[in-house]
């Protein structure tokens, strides 16, 4: 994503890594998700899109894993940075 510890710290997780147009649907993801109601997707593998630093997008494959520590819930998301597959894909 190009961003440093410091800019993501503190920061919801949609508004820093996702791009704006596509944050509404991935705060209610979010939320279901923290509440333990969704989504659906848990522990596989779903395409999105990923915001950079320098605010391009690129296409990504995240894994979302929901567990609880210390009785809140804890969210642990696997992003992989597919641009080289899908450009190879186009060709």
């Known amino acids: 994503f190009g961003l440093t510890r410091e ?16 944050r509404e649907g991935a705060a209610r993801e979010l939320a279901r998700t923290v509440a333990g109601a969704g989504p659906s997707g848990l522990g ?6 990923g915001l950079r630093a320098d605010g391009s997008e690129f296409p990504c494959e995240v894994v979302v894993f929901r567990t609880e520590l210390e009785g809140r819930p804890l969210l642990t998301a696997w992003i992989t940075d597919n641009t080289e597959r899908a450009q190879a894909a186009a060709q």
């Open 44 to 49: 596989r593998r779903v395409q999105r899109f």
């Open 7 to 22: 800019q993501v710290l503190g920061r919801r997780i949609d508004e820093a890594l996702v791009p704006e147009r596509l």
